[in-house]
Nanobody
Framework: VQLQASGGGLVQAGGSLRLSCVVS????????MGWYRQAPGKEREFVAQ???????NYADSVQGRFTISRDNTKNTMYLQMDSLKPEDTAVYYCRMLTRYWGRGTQVTVSS
């Protein structure tokens, strides 16, 4: 199983980014997927999760600003991030619960 995250970058506060996570080696449509992030000097934290049925939930810190989605025809999960804040700066990781992690993608939000 492989998870490949992409879409990170540098953006100004208030801007938007969309992260993607392409999954291979498994039946993607049956898996619950999630996004996590780790800021410098902090522990990795939960950002959002989407079940195989499409049910989603979010960390309080991103609720209303981030949207998680998936396209089972493309074996891909997305994270649309709007109204970005400097405190959203982190390495973002995709996860296939509970066992697999992708390499991170850096998101940097400047003030």
């Amino acid at each position: 199983v492989q998870l490949q995250a992409s879409g990170g970058g540098l953006v100004q506060a208030g801007g938007s980014l969309r992260l993607s996570c392409v999954v291979s080696g498994t039946i993607f449509s049956t898996k619950t997927m999630g996004w996590y992030r780790q800021a410098p000097g902090k522990e990795r934290e939960f950002v959002a999760q989407i079940s195989n049925y499409g049910t989603s939930n979010y960390a309080d810190s991103v609720q209303g600003r981030f949207t998680i989605s998936r396209d089972n025809t493309k074996n891909t999960m997305y994270l649309q991030m709007d109204s970005l804040k400097p405190e959203d700066t982190a390495v973002y990781y995709c996860r296939m619960l509970t066992r697999y992690w992708g390499r991170g993608t850096q998101v940097t939000v400047s003030s």
